[in-house]
């Protein structure tokens, strides 16, 4: 396989990116941006805390894998023999980092000096596990501590537990940490077969923007990197049904005002189309009670919502979700308030004027997202895990936007019967 160079444009910025099939199986996004002083480079693969359950190409063996293992991989890739990677990103004045997610774990780092050395170091650590019973052992202690943390949290309980409630199937619980249980189960062979089966090249990109150059990473590339044999392992993802699990869910915690995380389950889709949806499903939220909404005003005038209240669509391969959550006294209420709404808008019509105007800052927001390194790496890692070939295609896929798909989405992805209401209430 030889290398391959396909450079992407912007049509509606002039901004461009190259798209790189390197040799050895992997590939590479770049994005030169001059004027920028700070390089950033984010290395990921498409293995997260969702999969559990994988057939290997070697025999069909179907293994499955306790919850956790992603995260529990992520933190011991940093331990070597000689020591800690993160003090070697250190030596070259580079901070690194990593997380860990549902559909994909990430390894990054921003410098403004010896960005070849870190990039090597990158790629060389991520792809060079070092595992031992005594290692492993001793990262479950502050795995745990990590797991206790999150239980006390009731920003990340009431998220969970809605996801719980929509999904019947798909193991968004206990969350991507996993169990004090569940990560006893992780031991030192299982850490190098995950390894060994989705940090495959083929698996995986690299993405770098900022004070970079596209020759630069190819010869770091080449010098690092070898040829990766076929990718062959298959996620196996369950099937989800459309109705939720259940429609409500309520816990006390010791927050001092209720909370909640309103969730609508659809359809899921892929590729191109799930970028579009996402961006809808995005301005619809914004639409029906974004803080420019004539309903979000109400609501904030009549004291049902707090001054914390956001929306976001959350969408993957297997999940498609648009979420509003915040304070209030009466989060049912404002969940009926909402899809009161939904309906009025479906008989009235959105108004032309906010459309117009949420439509242009959302174009603007995509525009300015590529205009800082660290956003145009995570545009172009979210491009490439949505199986999409250009992180450009935001801007034309928002330009074709009209008020009969805001109808649309709001009749096909918010419907009231495929909810659930999540409630953290004060002790």
Avoid at 195 to 218: D, P, S, T
Wanted: hydrophobic share 40%; glycine share 6%.
């Amino acid at each position: 396989m030889q290398t391959e160079i396909i450079r992407l444009t912007d049509p509606c910025t002039g901004d461009d990116c190259c798209r790189i099939l390197h040799k050895s199986g992997l590939e590479i996004r770049v994005m030169e941006m001059s004027g920028f002083s700070t390089a950033y480079a984010q290395f990921g693969t498409k293995f997260g805390s969702l999969h559990r359950r994988f057939r290997s190409g070697d025999d069909g063996t179907v293994t499955a894998l306790p919850a956790g293992i992603a995260h529990y991989l992520e933190h011991k890739l940093f331990e070597k023999e000689d020591g800690d990677t993160a003090v070697l990103f250190d030596a070259f004045g580079a901070s690194s980092n990593a997380y860990t997610d549902f559909d994909r774990t990430v390894y990054h780092f921003h410098t403004q000096q010896h960005f070849d050395e870190a990039l090597a170091l990158l790629l060389r650590f991520v792809q060079a596990p070092y595992f031992t019973p005594e290692t492993v052992e001793r990262e479950r202690g502050i795995i745990t501590q990590e797991i206790l943390e999150f239980l006390d949290d009731p920003t990340d309980q009431c998220f969970h537990r809605m996801l719980g409630g929509l999904y019947r199937n798909l193991l968004f619980a206990p969350g991507v940490l996993g169990t004090a249980e569940s990560i006893q189960a992780i031991t030192p062979a299982l850490l190098h077969e995950c390894h060994r089966q989705f940090y495959n090249l083929h698996n995986m990109v690299l993405c770098c923007a900022g004070n970079v150059n596209v020759q630069q990473i190819l010869d770091t590339a080449d010098r690092v990197l070898a040829p990766a044999p076929p990718m062959t392992a298959q996620i196996i993802a369950p099937q989800e049904p459309d109705a939720p699990a259940e429609a409500f869910c309520t816990c006390q915690m010791p927050v001092g005002k209720t909370m909640f995380s309103l969730g609508i389950k659809s359809r899921p889709v892929s590729g191109t189309e799930r970028l579009r949806e996402s961006l809808l499903a995005s301005l619809t939220l914004d639409i029906l009670i974004g803080s420019a909404a004539p309903l979000y005003q109400r609501l904030l005038h009549e004291g049902l919502l707090g001054g914390t209240f956001d929306t976001d669509c959350f969408a993957g391969d297997g999940w498609f979700t648009v979420i509003a959550e915040g304070e209030s006294d009466e989060p049912q209420a404002v969940m009926e308030a909402m899809f009161a709404e939904r309906e009025r808008l479906l008989t009235e019509k959105p108004d032309e004027t906010l459309f117009a105007a949420l439509k242009k800052a959302a174009y603007g927001d995509s525009i300015l997202g590529m205009n800082h390194p660290e956003d145009a790496c995570s545009a172009m890692t979210d491009a490439f895990i949505w199986e999409c070939d250009s992180p450009f295609i935001r801007t034309e896929l928002l330009a074709g936007l009209t008020v009969s798909d805001v109808q649309q989405c709001l009749l096909t992805r918010f419907r009231p019967e495929n909810a659930c209401l999540s409630v953290i209430a004060p002790e």
